[in-house]
């Protein structure tokens, strides 16, 4: 008997090393199989990449061609995008091209000479472009017209065409070599699976040490599950703690908004209380300052025209306040009507030409005629121009400029789009251009002692712009000076006689 246990032990194991030796045979094979497979794969996905990177610069170049027509027909910039992207990604494809046609050096040549017809292309659509921006778009125009762009284009389409079909016939080459050998291949995985067959006994004691070891696996994943569980329970309450939380802090938002409406309504209110004392001070103290009786010294005469400056200044700081409260509070009615754009800023201009006489500056306009009636408030809309276009003055120094513009919307040279305040006055640092539209904030905390003012024009100006539908927006570089932009809304026809009277918080004309 163990002599026997001992033969069968050695047939076993004979018979087990002979089915290892052909199965390490048969996976050889298949192993040469799968690189030559991979190797053919490479190959065709190599053609793939040509054809991709091929017709991607000839697109390109196709948009480029075609934004540039575009942009001289419309005078739209939006046209050039593709002419930007082809710039930037057309000569990096065809050098990729270049260099995936390693080893054949008849499609490096062709790469190469379709490099130099997409320089050639490019170029001649960069200087189109400049002759258009130099000498205008008839010029520019003419160029396209003649037979150069067309002739580098013709001979471009034509070599691409060649590369095209040249590795259209490698890609089908290389599909049937590639159908061979996943013909190959699967004969040798059928190979490896019959050797395979004389191994699946070696195989028990391997399944049965991994049934035990799955039996632990799964006592380690239960224990896992339990503590996964208890986390899940712990976050759970962790996230109904953070709810109840965030309805507080709701509440207490809510809380703070009425409050803030309470004041702005309070204030609000308190127009007559304010002013009308206050309208008495500046009164009474104008006629004592008359002096009918010259019973008053020089001194005591500076010292009231001191106390009626400070009280029109205090006056002029709460009707400020009062305004903008009003506007907070929904308050504020605005009366909208058809307005002549051209004709209100012209007048604006002139009623602010002394003042900037008086400063040394140079006041001008760029309004072009003819612009259709919009509808606004006129008052508001004149308040809001003129408070950009005193600020304008009050911050440039002597031998300065502010300009007022009016940009048409594109597409309609009579329907404007905004209007510009633009000066050259001392600017806004970056870092406040958020904060200026802000109540009692400026451009610099030196600039309120230096030119005076209280912070709240600006605020109330965003707030009339809103209010109108329009948009108030900054831009400014410290030292070179900033441009005030109200971006005007769409035009609405209103039938005559319905144009609409509304409050601060209705909805936009």
Known sequence: MPATLRRLDRQVTLGFALALAILLGVMTFAYVRVVTLFESIDRVGQSHRVLEALASADALLVDAESGQRGNLLTESRAYLRPYVRASQAV??????????????????ARADSLATLAAEKLAELRQTL???????REAALAVVRSDRGERIMREYRALSARVARAEQAKLDERAAHHAEQRHALAIAMILSGLAALFVVGASAVSTHRALRARIRLDAIREE????????????????????????????????????????????????HELRTPLNSVIGFTNIVRRNTRGTLTAAEVTYLDRVLENGRHLLRTINSILDLS???????????????????????????????????LA??????????????????????VINLLANAIKFTKPGGRVLVRVEARAGDPRVAGAVEVHDTGVGIAASRLVAIFDAFEQGDMGVSREYGGTG????????????????????????????????????RAWPEGEVPRRRAGDARP
């Open 363 to 384: 006041l001008a306009s760029e309004i072009p005629g003819g612009l259709a009636p919009f509808v606004t408030d006129p008052e508001k809309f004149r308040r809001v």
């Open 224 to 271: 896992q599950a339990t503590r996964l569980q208890l986390q899940s329970e712990e976050l759970e309450a962790q996230n109904e703690e953070l709810t109840a939380q965030g309805e507080a802090l709701h509440s207490a938002m809510q809380a703070a908004e009425g409050a803030s409406e309470a004041k702005s309504s309070f204030l609000a209110q308190m127009s």
């Open 456 to 491: 709240l024009g600006l605020s109330i100006s965003r707030a009339l712009c809103r209010l109108l539908g329009c948009e108030l927006t900054v831009s400014s570089r410290l030292g070179r000076g900033s441009t005030f932009r109200i971006v005007l809304p769409v035009a």
């Open 326 to 360: 009003k506007i907070e509070a929904r308050h504020e009615e605005v009366e909208l009507q058809p307005v002549a754009l051209d004709a209100l800023l012209a007048e604006i201009v002139a009623h602010l030409e002394p003042q900037a006489a008086a400063a040394e």
């Open 130 to 136: 400049a002759l258009h921006d130099s000498s205008g």
């Open 91 to 108: 000569q990096p494809m065809l050098r990729t091209l270049h260099r995936i046609t390693a080893g054949d050096a008849e499609e490096q």
